[in-house]
């Protein structure tokens, strides 16, 4: 396949991988309930970009899921995201940015490093370490930022406590499951139009 439609094509992927990364973040889509937490699915569109049409697009697809994220906290904030946007909006700005930002960047160098491994493994791993990068960083920021605005932070503590042992893994897992054979999918199809 020649240039131009290798650009068209991750044009369009990025396309209905950005809308699909709305679409999840404004419905019950992206997120599922467990009751004490919720698992987040929105990761996964960015780790399918990322591994699939590399990193620049990855960075885009992870800029869309923080902005996503900053219009949800907008418009239906969670208490401990209402309570920090009390106190500083722009460490909710960052807060949900950062970590949406290097998701990105940790499925690249992790997926790069594990190249000489099975691919299904090395794009599993990837995805998994791009889910967790999200969950760390994001509760790592707002237990930072809670500390910093001198806002009691026992809730924040629970939540990273409940995530740590719930969501946190099962988002990973959902991440390493779903992701591989999305992007081989792809993979196989473009392989297909080129030959």
Do not use: W
Not at 11 to 16: E, H
Not at 27 to 53: D, K, R, S, W
Not at 69 to 92: D, E, H, I, K, Q
């Amino acid at each position: 396949m020649n240039t131009r439609n290798g650009n068209l094509v991750n044009l369009v992927t990025l396309a209905l991988l950005m809308a699909l990364i709305f679409l999840m973040g404004q419905t019950p889509l992206g997120l599922i309930p467990l009751g004490f937490c919720n698992v987040t699915l929105l990761v996964i569109p960015v780790a399918v970009g990322t591994l699939f049409m590399g990193l620049k697009y990855g960075v885009l697809l992870g800029l869309t899921f923080g902005a996503t994220s900053f219009v949800s906290a907008l418009l239906r904030p969670s208490t401990l995201v209402g309570t920090l946007m009390g106190a500083s909006l722009p460490m909710v700005i960052v807060m949900t940015f950062l970590p949406r930002l290097m998701v990105p960047v940790v499925i690249h160098f992790v997926h790069k490093a594990m190249a000489h491994k099975l691919e299904k493994t090395g794009l599993a791993v990837a995805a998994a370490c791009g889910s967790l990068t999200n969950t760390i960083l994001y509760l790592g920021l707002m237990l930072i930022f809670y500390m910093i605005c001198g806002i009691d932070n026992t809730a924040v503590l629970t939540a990273i406590g409940a995530t740590a042992g719930g969501a946190g893994p099962l988002e990973a897992v959902a991440a390493a499951l779903i992701t591989p054979p999305i992007v081989l999918a792809l993979r196989k199809a473009m392989h297909k139009k080129t030959a």
